[in-house]
């Protein structure tokens, strides 16, 4: 049975529609949030196996912004590509084809999500132009580096033997019940049994929700064969790392190195939360958001619903959930 989304009522205020364009041979799908004429636009690159809807929960706490979150391609409801490979750089140059055919190459935020955060940091350090970059448990280190090897040796022989498997028997294997809750128990920290409820019908309701075996396989090879890291001498623009104590893919010193190496970046650590920060702590993802923004001179107050949500989630530094901030 389906579980009511807590941000379902904030979503419900927002003008929503759907477009689709065709991309580097994939027919891409895309949301767009808020006002059109929001004075600021954020295009979104997802999470690898996810889609547009992970990162609603962001979206919903700032509703003055115009919030652009297409289906990666062999996501979603996007298709595959079919003029580059699914790999970082194939991704990348879909992502900068993207956000040029629609006008907003040099004009709109780029926000990336965990594999998306590689994908955005890659387009950028390609000639992607955008005022400013936020990157959400960003991938800052090797994925093979993360902080439980156990789980990552485990995640990479599924992957590849998924890929070796015929194409449907890979298909059933990928699609696995037990597999998605598996990753999403693993991965959910908050002990709050209606939250984490919710998280798991998230992930069986659209983790599946790829396009093939292949091309999911694909995905995931180019996931662990680069990382923000590789391109970030690239990426010189103002650059926001939101990242989390917890995170089983990535240990909190990378993000440290990783904005000590970068020319203009910031982090803000979330304590007590994972890898689905846009899931568990939201408000916190959104406050860290609205003040990089302010203090790039690149938006404003946050409508009073919005930040009086976002005020009720910050705790003071060293608590549960609260913030920990660094700045290069």
Do not use: C
């Amino acid at each position: 049975m389906p579980v009511n989304s807590p941000y379902a009522e904030l979503l419900d205020r927002m003008p929503i529609e759907q477009h689709e364009i065709v991309i580097l041979g994939s027919t891409t799908r895309y949301w767009v949030y808020g006002p059109a004429d929001a004075p600021l636009t954020i295009v979104i690159a997802h999470g690898y196996r996810g889609e547009h809807h992970g990162l609603e929960p962001v979206i919903a706490q700032m509703p003055g912004i115009r919030w652009i979150g297409p289906d990666m391609p062999g996501f979603g409801e996007s298709t595959p590509l079919t003029e580059v490979p699914h790999s970082i750089d194939g991704f990348a140059k879909w992502l900068t084809a993207f956000i040029d055919v629609l006008g907003l190459n040099g004009t709109a935020v780029t926000l990336g999500h965990s594999f998306g955060t590689i994908i955005s940091s890659k387009a950028i350090a390609d000639g992607l132009k955008t005022p400013a970059l936020i990157l959400i448990n960003p991938i800052s280190t090797s994925g093979l580096k993360g902080p439980s090897k156990f789980a990552t040796i485990l995640t990479v022989a599924f992957y590849r033997l998924a890929g070796r498997l015929p194409d449907r028997v890979g298909d059933l294997l990928l699609k696995r019940w037990i597999v998605v809750q598996f990753m999403s128990s693993v991965l959910a920290k908050s002990r709050d049994r209606e939250l984490r409820r919710w998280i798991h019908d998230q992930h069986h309701t659209y983790f599946n929700n790829f396009a093939s075996r292949d091309s999911v396989v694909e995905a995931f090879e180019a996931s662990v064969s680069s990382d923000v890291s590789t391109y970030s001498d690239g990426v010189t623009v103002p650059t926001l790392l939101v990242a989390a104590e917890l995170d089983d893919i990535t240990p909190v010193q990378a993000h440290r190195d990783l904005v000590a190496s970068m020319t203009d970046a910031r982090l803000e650590l979330l304590m007590g939360v994972g890898h689905l920060i846009h899931y568990e702590e939201p408000e916190l993802a959104a406050a860290a958001i609205h003040t990089f923004l302010v203090e790039q001179g690149l938006f404003g107050e946050l409508p009073s619903e919005a930040n009086s949500a976002t005020q009720s989630g910050v705790a003071g530094n060293g608590s549960e959930s609260g913030t920990e901030s660094s700045q290069q």
